[in-house]
Nanobody
Framework: QVQLVESGGGSVPAGGSLRLSCVAS????????MGWFRQAPGKEREGILA????GRKTVGDSRFSISRDNAKNTVYLEMNNLSPSDTAMYYC??????????????????????WGQGTQVTVSS
């Protein structure tokens, strides 16, 4: 089982930025697709962005960007211009890259990924 450890969460004022990190315990096919999710209290977990080992990634909210450093088994989530509605627990997930026509995405990782424990992000107004 892949172990994932997120870090970088915290409390920031509205308009602030954070960079989340997620370190995977291994570099294997089981971490070829990685992504970020978040879950606010009382809401369902939602996908943010996902990225393959070759760098291909999904697109989403323009305030957020995803990247990975394969040499460090680490995926990052850069978040800018945060608002109170971004307050949530942020989770990292990792899984094998799917075969076409499926793509490395939040939808794929929800059903096929291993999960970290999460890191809390709180944005104050």
């Amino acid at each position: 089982q892949v172990q994932l450890v997120e870090s970088g969460g915290g409390s920031v004022p509205a308009g602030g930025s954070l960079r989340l990190s997620c370190v995977a315990s291994e570099d294997s096919d089981r971490t070829s697709c990685m992504g970020w999710f978040r879950q606010a209290p009382g809401k369902e977990r939602e996908g943010i962005l996902a990225i393959r080992k070759d760098g291909r990634k999904t697109v989403g909210d323009s305030r957020f960007s995803i990247s990975r450093d394969n040499a460090k088994n680490t995926v990052y989530l850069e978040m800018n211009n945060l608002s109170p509605s971004d307050t949530a627990m942020y989770y990292c997930a990792a899984g094998p890259s799917p075969k076409l026509p499926a793509v490395c995405s939040g939808v794929w990782l929800i059903r096929n990924g291993a999960w970290g424990q999460g890191t809390q992000v709180t944005v104050s107004s």
